[in-house]
């Protein structure tokens, strides 16, 4: 076995010499900035937006935007209020933003009888004149990349480039030595191999395939099962699982059918089989093109939920950017302030052109050019255009007809024809609000890499960096933020390369630990020792199957029975329902599975006569482990007090795939 900690201290060391060049670098950087910049466009930004934020902000910000003027970016700004855009760049004297704050102005800004000094004022005109395009884009640049949590982020502790499995062993250790805990040991082979196989591949190893890798006496075999394992067709088969469950719900037994019909289902599986880049992925799902065959069966993604846009922008958000947005909807997030109402609406308004169209052609989302313009209203009472928005996103402008009031659904605005008459191909419209979604708010969002990464660490190591997956807002810190922030560019600058993330993730120290917690006050996210995985369904049925040696295919209708009794993926807290107690406890179909007279395991149990060897067989091959001597000895007295009968044998066998060692990956 390769010494972990051997790798580490070595690395350690290297590590500590490229911080330490890096922290010289910055520092060389920052002290030449100083000595050459002489006008600073930054400070004159800061005063005004010091003057904005003291005074404007209050009327003009995320609850109220008086006037229809939000003035907290300079997007906003442009995008103007009831009279049009707040600021001519360039030209001060030009601009409402300052006409209306000087003295005697009509309205006059703030309101009522406050007036701004003539230095706050000049402030305000002094930005305005000095704003250029660059500036403009450098500065919207900035908001859209400003997110919540990194706000007061220290300098890059880890270099860039270096291996990411180095990365996250500097870092977990790091926050080890700070909060003084003690990291369990490493794990042994047996138990390495079962979790790896469950996390992979969705069940557990073979008698055979277990045996093999504990008989290999190679140093690295662990890092080759790791790269054997993620191109095995299971672990494609093992992702969609996941996946179609975060993407699109736990389905009944008639939605898992139509998304395998309609290729959704081949569409993941095919998907990371290839291992297809994730934002690749996320843009093919949004886009949905009706006249892109791959786009269509992504596209089940939004088709599934029938035309119901709120619906669609309730998953889009947590699926992508791992934000629920359900409590934006009436008024802007009450705890996760930054989360606004008009971000709900925004994401709304991306997609409510599309249509569902069912006909000859198979199921696809058709989209309109035109139509779509929606109002919402705030708690306040005021109505609000729902603009092309979403949280950490500019708002992309788009020219807002004055008369149209409603425009008929008419499949003319769908699909190319003459007179209206629907003939054939759908139209892409010019202006496509998917096409504005995916490019402009999806392509390069911030949070589309964290929260990838952020998942495929929970489905790794028991938990997000982040905890729960989908409440990555300024109301859930992260637990390592400085190491997710670089693992989030890492993986966009790899492509959004999955697999070679995964592969990170089970390389590491941390995912290589002990489940047993030793020391004392070792938390959860210190990823101290391994957490404990409830198996998902799909995992828990297969590795039963495996377990049991009996074959996959006959046994569908107690996957639907386990989908609808397990359904959680990624659960905020592992729980155990009465109704799974009885699943477990009391289904027939399920009994079924312990018969005497199954092929498999239970057949070869009867087969073998040794009460002793029957009891270690079945420890190896469902646990994959030998017992210890309690176990033993209660395991042969209760066999031989029934003479291994059959249904004994069923019985032992019953209670050893319904112990909770079984039914989690620790
Ligand atoms: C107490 C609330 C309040 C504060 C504070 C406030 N405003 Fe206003 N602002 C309003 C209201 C109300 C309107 C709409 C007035 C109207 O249309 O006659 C408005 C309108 C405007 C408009 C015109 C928008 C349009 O297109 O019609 C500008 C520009 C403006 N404010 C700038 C500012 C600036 C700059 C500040 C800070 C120095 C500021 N406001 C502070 C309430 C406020
Ligand atoms: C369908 C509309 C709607 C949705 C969705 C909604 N709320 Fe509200 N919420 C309201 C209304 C209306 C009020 C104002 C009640 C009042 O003013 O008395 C309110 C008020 C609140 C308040 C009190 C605010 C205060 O300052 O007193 C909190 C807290 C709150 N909501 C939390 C939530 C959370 C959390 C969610 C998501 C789970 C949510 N809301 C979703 C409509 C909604």
């Known amino acids: 076995m390769i010494d972990t900690r051997f790798r580490i201290s070595v690395f350690l060391v290297g590590l500590c010499i490229l911080v330490t060049q890096n922290v010289a670098v910055l520092a060389e950087v920052e002290s030449a900035d100083e000595a050459t910049v002489e006008i600073d466009p930054a400070g004159i930004e800061n005063a005004a937006r010091e003057v904005l934020s003291d005074h404007c902000f209050r009327c003009h910000g995320s609850e109220k935007t008086s006037g229809k003027l939000d003035l907290r970016s300079i997007e906003s700004m442009l995008a103007g209020g009831l009279r049009g855009p707040a600021i001519v760049p360039g030209n001060a004297s030009e601009s ?9 102005a009509k309205p006059h800004m703030p309101p009522g009888k406050q007036q701004l000094e003539d230095q706050q004022i000049e402030a305000l005109a002094a930005w305005v ?27 890059a502790m880890i270099p860039e480039g270096i291996d990411p499995t180095l990365a996250i062993d500097f870092m977990v250790a790091k926050r080890w030595q700070e909060r003084n805990v003690e990291p369990s040991s490493p794990t042994d082979d047996a138990t390495f191999a079962r979790r790896l196989y469950l996390d992979l591949t969705g069940r557990i190893p073979t008698l055979e395939q277990l045996n093999k890798f504990l008989a290999d006496t190679n140093s690295d075999k662990r890092d080759r099962l790791i790269d054997q394992l993620l191109e095995s067709e299971l672990h494609a088969r093992h992702l969609a699982d996941i996946f179609d469950v975060v993407l699109l719900g736990r389905g009944d037994d008639g939605k898992l059918n139509e998304r395998t019909q309609h290729g959704w289902r081949e569409y993941l599986e095919s998907s990371f089989a290839s291992n297809r880049p994730w934002n690749q992925m996320a843009r093919e799902m949004v886009l949905a093109r009706a006249t892109d065959s791959t786009d269509v069966r992504a596209g089940w993604f939004l088709y599934e939920r029938k035309n119901d846009f709120q619906a669609i922008a309730e998953s889009v958000s947590p699926s992508f ?23 709900y609406w925004g994401l709304v308004a991306f997609f409510n052109r599309g249509k569902n169209d069912g006909s000859k052609n198979g ?48 499949d003319s605005n769908y699909f190319n024809g003459q007179g209206g008459a629907p003939v054939g191909e759908p139209r892409v419209p010019r202006f496509s609000r998917r096409q504005q979604f995916a490019d402009e708010v999806l392509s390069d969002h911030p949070l589309l890499a964290r929260s990838f990464v952020n998942r495929a660490w929970a489905l790794m190591l028991g938990r997000g960096i982040v905890h729960p997956v989908d409440q990555m807002d300024s109301m859930h810190a992260a637990s390592h933020p400085e190491l997710l922030e670089w693992l989030s560019n890492d993986f966009r600058n ?7 993330l995964l592969r990170s993730l089970a390389r590491t120290r941390a995912y290589q630990l002990e489940s047993a917690s030793i020391g004392e006050g070792q938390l959860p996210e210190d990823f101290a020792h391994a957490l404990h995985k409830p198996l998902i369904a799909e995992s828990y049925l297969n590795s039963i199957l495996v377990a049991l040696d009996q074959n996959e295919s006959d046994n569908s209708e107690i996957m639907t029975l386990f989908r609808s009794e397990f359904p959680d993926v990624f659960p905020e807290e592992p729980t155990a329902t009465l109704s799974q107690a009885l699943l477990l406890t009391n289904s027939p179909k399920f009994f079924a599975l312990f018969d005497a007279e199954r092929p498999g395991i239970m057949t070869r149990l009867r087969e073998t006569k040794d009460v002793e060897q029957q009891v270690r067989h079945a420890f190896m091959a469902i646990f994959g482990r030998q017992p210890d001597d309690d176990e033993f000895e209660q395991a042969v007295g209760y066999l031989k007090a029934r003479q291994s009968a059959p249904e004994a044998l069923g019985q032992m066998v019953w209670a050893m795939i319904a112990s909770s060692e079984f039914r989690v990956n620790h």
Do not use: M, W
């Open 96 to 104: 409402l933003l300052v006409e209306f704050v000087r003295p005697g």
């Open 129 to 155: 004149d000095q704003l250029s395009p660059e500036l403009i884009a450098q500065s919207t640049k900035e908001v859209e990349e400003t997110p919540h949590e990194t706000s007061s982020s220290s300098p």
């Open 321 to 343: 950017f791992g934000l629920r947005i359900e409590c934006a909807q009436c008024h802007d997030h009450p705890l996760a302030a930054e989360i606004e109402q008009r971000h």
């Open 363 to 410: 199921p696809r989302v058709v989209e309109s050019a035109i139509g779509g313009f929606n109002k919402y209203t705030d708690l306040g009472g005021n109505a609000h255009d729902a603009l092309l928005t979403y949280f950490a996103s500019a708002t992309i402008r788009e020219e807002i007809p004055g008369e149209e009031t409603e425009v008929k659904d008419d």
């Open 494 to 500: 790899n492509d959004y390369d999955i697999r070679r």
